[in-house]
């Protein structure tokens, strides 16, 4: 299976802060690489797929880059709701693997 | 709009077996690939496989194989997942999701606690 790691695994920050989430691919997954969003209690929400492409109705502070093994999202500008876990996923293999997830807390 | 609703919470017991339900409404049922994901207790997401709608082909990640089955009706525009002989590591919420670049829609999850 293709291993997908995330940093940080934890991080806090204050509202305004512009943050960004790494995911770094065991092997090449080309522009295979979705993000979502995850609050307690909810089903996680896609922000980004295909590495950079925004997902209807999610706010423009939110951005995907990178290809091959690595890969960034970003927050430019945290708002309160942006608290949450944070995952990457490849579906680039036949086996899809997510990241260990990167928990974003208030500062 | 698209809506996925799967079926209520049920406790089981090691050993036992566990059916979920996920019914599709508000797009073509058999137009897009399903498939689960699974979150246990204070751990990341974890994907089990996705089922084809269509012509019902599966595929399953390697750790559940021989112990999950992914079918549909298609005439109820619903998918079910099945995993046998349950052990306490398989508590977790259970959650359907329509597969596009990505997983754009999600079934609201259902726990399945698993306990003696």
């Known amino acids: 299976d293709i291993q997908m790691t995330q940093s940080p695994s934890s991080l806090s920050a204050f509202v305004g802060d512009r943050v960004t989430i790494t995911c770094r691919a065991s092997?090449?997954?080309?522009?295979?690489l979705n993000w979502y969003q995850h609050k307690p209690g909810t089903a996680p929400k896609l922000l980004i797929y295909?590495?950079?492409a925004l997902q209807a109705g999610v706010p423009s502070r939110f951005s995907g880059s990178g290809s091959g093994t690595d890969f960034t999202l970003t927050i430019s500008s945290l708002q309160p709701e942006d608290f949450a876990t944070y995952y990457c996923?490849?579906?680039?293999?036949?086996?899809?693997?997510f990241g260990q997830g990167t928990r974003l807390e208030i500062k | 709009q698209v809506q996925l609703v799967q079926s209520g919470a049920e406790v089981k017991k090691p050993g036992a077996s566990v059916k979920v339900s996920c019914k599709a409404s508000g797009y073509t049922f058999t137009g897009y690939s399903m498939h689960w994901v699974r979150q246990a207790p204070g751990q990341g997401l974890e994907w089990m496989g996705w089922i084809n709608p269509n012509s019902g082909g599966t595929n399953y990640a390697q750790k559940f194989r021989g112990r999950v089955t992914m079918t549909r009706d298609t005439s109820i525009s619903t998918v079910y997942m099945e995993l046998t002989r349950l052990t306490s590591d398989d508590t977790a919420v259970y959650y359907c999701?329509?597969?596009?670049?990505?997983?754009?829609?999600w079934g609201q999850g259902t726990l399945v606690p698993v306990s003696s």
């Open positions: 999701a329509r597969g596009v670049a990505g997983y754009d829609f």
């Open positions: 996923q490849q579906t680039y293999s036949s086996s899809i693997t």
């Open positions: 092997q090449s997954i080309s522009r295979s």
């Open positions: 295909a590495a950079s």
